[in-house]
């Protein structure tokens, strides 16, 4: 009982964490819409049942990230592809060229990509991360019970039932649609069959890294910019389809090898770990107050400068707990 009690605070942060930074901070539903009643319930009962759920599953196995990523990966097909259907859909409301741009055989390809790997690390990897950085103590324990697994599995349905019936009524072709079931299911066999966690949610003494925290940072930025730059530039300067996505996967295998490089094949603190996190995440903080004065926006962006630094705040408070404590283990 008292192991449940303490996973309550961390199991709360990262069901509202998780839709904070996917849908809030990203701009994708800016303060007007984010902080409606509804929309906040079906926003948090989606990426904060999908994060919990990845975060249980890889402590009930023993894994490590790649089992985090992995399954992230498999939420993003489960929201964008199985849920609201914009994998397949060419008049999704944010698809903007990406609807024609790397379409084939009924499927958005490009976009598909892009938010396959977007959900796996801003709304599955980095929540998770940020919120075990939090709460330490409980990193490696479980935060919720066999009840509580069912519970949220059962909600994200619920969830993704309404998106299906509710959100649109686009119909996707079967065919791609089934395919979708399946990579959902063969990423969730990867994920439960990928290799043990070898100390990679531990801690490092401060020997132990490779490299300047700066460095991980600039990394996150840079790999997040990139990304992006790549999903935005590519249809406007007629960059052939095969190349954007040959170039997206090669960045990410990229950034995977630099990570590791510079870790020393894992070797890192959780000065790494949050400095590679917030570098990612500093680049939509520069964004907000882009998008709160684009005049050519159809929503209301308002209020998107304070989110900004609503989480400019929240990771130098994080920054400087992290710091401190490793300071305290130090010394200690």
Known sequence: MKSKQRGVWPA??????????????????????????FALLVLAALYGSGAILVRELRVRWGKGWP???????????????????????????DLGPLGSYGRWAGVNWVWSLKLTIFH??????????????????QRGERWIGRWGIVGLSLLLLADVLLGFFAL???????????????????????????????????NHGAGDHGGSPLRFALVGFGATAVFFMLQWVSPEIGVPVS????????????????????????????EHRLALA??????????????EFDAT??????GMTLVGLATLLFLVWLWRRVVQRDRLRLTG
């Open 12 to 37: 709360l942060t990262l069901f509202f964490l998780a839709p904070m930074l996917a849908e809030l901070l990203s701009g994708s539903a800016p303060p007007v819409e984010f902080f409606s009643p």
């Open 67 to 93: 089992t985090v990523f992995a399954l992230g990966a498999a939420y993003g097909i489960v929201e964008e592809g199985l849920m609201v259907k914009s994998f397949f859909d060419p008049n999704w409301m």
């Open 120 to 137: 796996a690390v801003f709304s599955i990897a980095i929540p998770i991360l940020l919120v075990e950085l939090i709460f330490p103590a």
């Open 168 to 202: 649109t009524t686009y119909r996707p072709p079967l065919v791609p649609y089934l395919l979708a079931v399946v990579a959902v299911v063969a990423l969730f066999l990867v994920a439960r069959r990928v290799g043990d966690d070898h100390g990679e949610t531990g």
């Open 243 to 270: 190349l954007t996505l040959l170039a997206t996967v090669a960045s990410v295998v990229l950034v995977v090898w630099m990570v590791q490089r510079m870790s020393r094949g894992g070797a890192w603190t959780d």
């Open 278 to 291: 917030g570098g990612a995440l500093m680049f939509f903080v520069l964004l907000t107050p882009v998008q």
């Open 297 to 302: 926006r159809a929503d209301n962006p308002a």
